[in-house]
């Protein structure tokens, strides 16, 4: 597979707590110059972002994040202004607790409604797959796919642990053709993001591809 083929798969991401207007500015440079799939930013940023890079770069945020216990009103507002403020793609996180209760029925309205509030732009679910056995990341397919979401996403990249490869393959074999996959957290090599992809995710959160990229730049191999 080659590089640019990669690269537009990627959501290049920066969402440290301590982000400045500066190095979202220039992670939105990267984007552009390597043709990433988006940028994805905090959401107090979108505005600025999207007054800087205008249609040139899909640019995505997230909501609830990184634990996923605000109140769903709370996160349909989120989404809402996301968007309005010019988020081309949101990424929530779910009630995890809720999952561990076996609240399948209210997780699948959660995540339509946030659905509902994004006026059409893409949804990315993320329900944090360390923290969840296989059984309740089956059953969090089927909420995904019920409530007619775009994607479900593995991971915040701020929790126990990031995307396997393991499921990845598990999405595939459980979510519905309405329903496409994203892996991040903890993808560092070309080798790792191709083999995501091969298992069938069709995008990935990463900054490190685009680093990976920009040394090969540096050696004139890309």
């Not at 440079?29 to 899909?58: H, N, W």
């Not at 732009?121 to 056995?133: D, G, N, P, Y």
């Not at 459980?174 to 892996?183: C, L, S, Y």
């Not at 959160?205 to 685009?210: D, F, N, P």
Request: charged share 25%.
């Amino acid at each position: 597979m080659e590089l640019k083929d990669i690269l537009a798969k990627c959501d290049h991401t920066l969402l440290g707590q301590a982000s400045t207007w500066e190095q979202i500015k220039g992670i939105c440079d990267d984007g552009m110059q390597y043709k990433t799939a988006s940028v994805c930013i905090p959401a107090s940023f979108v505005k600025q972002a999207k007054d800087y890079v205008g249609d040139r770069l899909a640019i995505c945020t997230v909501i609830g994040f990184p634990n996923g216990y605000a109140t769903t009103k709370a996160k349909c507002f989120m989404a809402s202004d996301a968007v309005d403020n010019g988020a081309d793609e949101v990424d929530m996180v779910i009630n995890i607790g809720w999952a561990k209760e076996g609240k399948w029925a209210e997780i699948t309205d959660e995540i339509a409604q946030i659905k509902a509030a994004c006026k059409g732009k893409l949804l990315k679910v993320i329900i944090e797959t360390c923290l969840l056995t296989d059984e309740e990341k089956i059953a969090l397919c089927k909420c995904v796919t019920e409530a007619k979401a775009d994607y479900i996403k593995t991971s915040t990249g701020f929790s126990t642990a990031g995307a396997t490869f393991a499921d990845v393959e598990l999405f595939a074999k459980h979510v519905g053709p309405n329903v496409k996959i994203k892996a991040a957290g903890g993808i560092s090599s070309l080798e790792d993001a191709e083999k995501f992809i091969e298992l069938g995710a069709s995008r990935l959160g990463t900054s490190r591809i685009v680093k990976i990229a920009k040394g090969l730049k540096n050696d004139g191999t890309y």
